[in-house]
């Protein structure tokens, strides 16, 4: 009997009391914790999910239109927001509100969403500080997409690029609470081509993984995507290995705002109400030629060719004594505007006048139908989009002088409605076409204009009617 009793005291001597009462505690602690904070909310998305899956989709109503960059600087997925709502359907638009919106986006059935923009304040290198910007980007694209996101939702539409994290937050939701939405990708261009301008190595960890998170997200999850030209399209199907039956080429044209200038009237009315650009400047509308090139100032588009290419072009002008003068206007902002203008201040100019100004949404289209003659810088990353403000160009009624490359002329037919550059780091070629179309050759000014004038008539709402506008009232 005292040897059982023995045993029975060894066993409690070997027990760690503070160990059992504090397992003790966190076992009872979390029952209600359980019970009532974590059971409740499962259980609450669960139904959510149940009530979501039973839905048919016909009858909903909304689209959450997300770019993940600020709005008023991101046109086409504002048209597409525009288009949505012509059609009846409630848009939630989520973004960036870092700059003036378009009118349009006040209508009554267009509801906007801001992502809160988080920047490098703290100058941390680039990989730390994008790690850090996805992580916060995760919850802050939860909290609002959440929000928006309704039993009513039937589309949610997204810019690419940036497609990162946003992407994966998507599929997230759509695997789990928002079965019942329909996902659609806008193929801007590819992410992980942008990146590779930082890098400069297809082979670079960060790049290859964009360019895996693309493919994988982009072919199992999306239920249609759009592209801006028929090169991107190929390339989805066939190196990405996406369905063909759902690429869709959307491509970009301009919206009614961009129209041509109906005469010297209007050209007078828009230099009065544009003293930044002509205050100091004795423009004759009878000689002189005015150019416009709208950037954002990024790693994509070479400032140093149109900086040689307007050297270039006044001294041409100078040799041969010219009574011309062009005014060179240079319209948006973006990180390297601070580098472009020093370039321009170091050189000396005589027949050649550069403004670099900053229009609102309402005023571009006005100065852009003005110009004889538009450039483009845009080299495209991937080399399968194509630049937007060709787009506006030709709406306005502008020719072009165009960086070449092949999937440039889906848009641009050289010597129909622009040219384009055989070299694209070559100022001297530059100069001497721009010389050629504005002071030379004034049959080709003709002819080129002549064509913009009929790629004017090609607007936004009928491509968009065309192609997707049958497809989402299914």
């Not at 006040?106 to 100058?123: F, G, K, M, P, Y």
């Not at 730390?128 to 929000?147: C, T």
């Not at 588009?301 to 100078?318: H, Q």
């Not at 009624?397 to 999937?407: A, Q």
Request: charged letters at 25%; aromatic letters at 12%.
């Amino acid at each position: 009997m005292m040897s059982k009793l023995t045993g029975i005291d060894s066993i409690f001597a070997d027990v760690n009391w503070k160990r059992l009462l504090i397992q003790i505690t966190i076992f009872w602690v979390t029952i209600p914790f359980f019970f009532y904070y974590i059971f409740p909310k499962v259980t609450y998305w669960l139904g959510v999910r149940w009530r979501r899956q039973k839905l048919s989709g016909k009858a909903a109503n909304e689209v959450v239109v997300v770019v993940l960059g600020d709005i008023g600087r991101s046109p086409r997925i504002t048209y597409q927001a525009r288009s949505f709502s012509e059609h009846g359907f409630f848009v939630n638009m989520c973004g960036y509100i870092e700059s003036p919106l378009p009118i349009f986006l006040s209508a009554d059935n267009i509801e906007l969403n801001e992502i809160t923009v988080i920047r490098n304040t703290h100058h941390l290198p680039y990989a730390v500080f994008a790690a850090i910007k996805a992580s916060s980007q995760i919850f802050e694209l939860v909290r609002v997409l959440i929000k928006t996101i309704t039993d009513n939702t039937k589309y949610v539409v997204i810019q690419n690029p940036p497609c990162f994290p946003l992407l994966a937050v998507l599929v997230l939701l759509k695997l789990t609470i928002c079965p019942h939405i329909r996902l659609v990708i806008d193929w801007h261009n590819f992410n992980y081509t942008i990146l590779n301008l930082r890098y400069q190595n297809l082979r670079h960890p960060l790049v290859r993984f964009l360019k895996a998170y693309e493919k994988f997200f982009g072919a199992k999850y999306a239920d249609l995507n759009l592209t801006v030209t028929d090169a991107m399209r190929k390339f989805l199907v066939q190196e990405f290995g996406f369905s063909s039956t759902k690429v869709i080429t959307l491509h970009d044209r301009p919206v009614q705002k961009f129209r041509p200038l109906t005469g010297r009237k209007e050209f007078q009315e828009i230099r009065s109400n544009h003293p930044e650009i002509f205050h100091d400047s004795s423009f004759d509308f009878t000689k002189d030629k005015i150019l416009v090139t709208a950037t954002s100032f990024t790693a994509d588009e070479d400032f140093n060719v149109l900086v040689e290419g307007l050297v270039s072009l006044d001294k041409l002008l100078t040799e041969k004594g010219a009574k011309s003068n062009v005014l060179m206007i240079v319209t948006g902002k973006g990180p390297l505007k601070d580098e472009f203008l020093k370039r321009i201040k170091a050189n000396s100019w005589s027949h050649v006048t550069i403004k670099s100004v900053w229009l609102s949404d309402e005023e571009y289209p006005k100065v852009l139908r003005i110009a004889d003659l538009g450039i483009s810088l845009h080299y495209s990353s991937s080399g399968l989009d194509l630049p937007m403000k060709i787009v506006d160009l030709f709406g306005s009624g502008v020719p072009v002088l165009s960086m070449g490359y092949p999937v440039i002329h889906e848009l641009v037919q050289d010597g129909k409605n622009g040219l384009c550059m055989e070299d694209n780091q070559n100022g001297e070629e530059m100069g001497g076409k721009l010389n050629e179309i504005l002071f030379e050759n004034e049959k080709l000014l003709n002819t080129l204009k002549s064509g913009a004038l009929k790629e004017s008539d090609h607007k936004w709402k009928d491509e968009w009617e065309l192609k997707l506008g049958h497809i989402i009232m299914n």
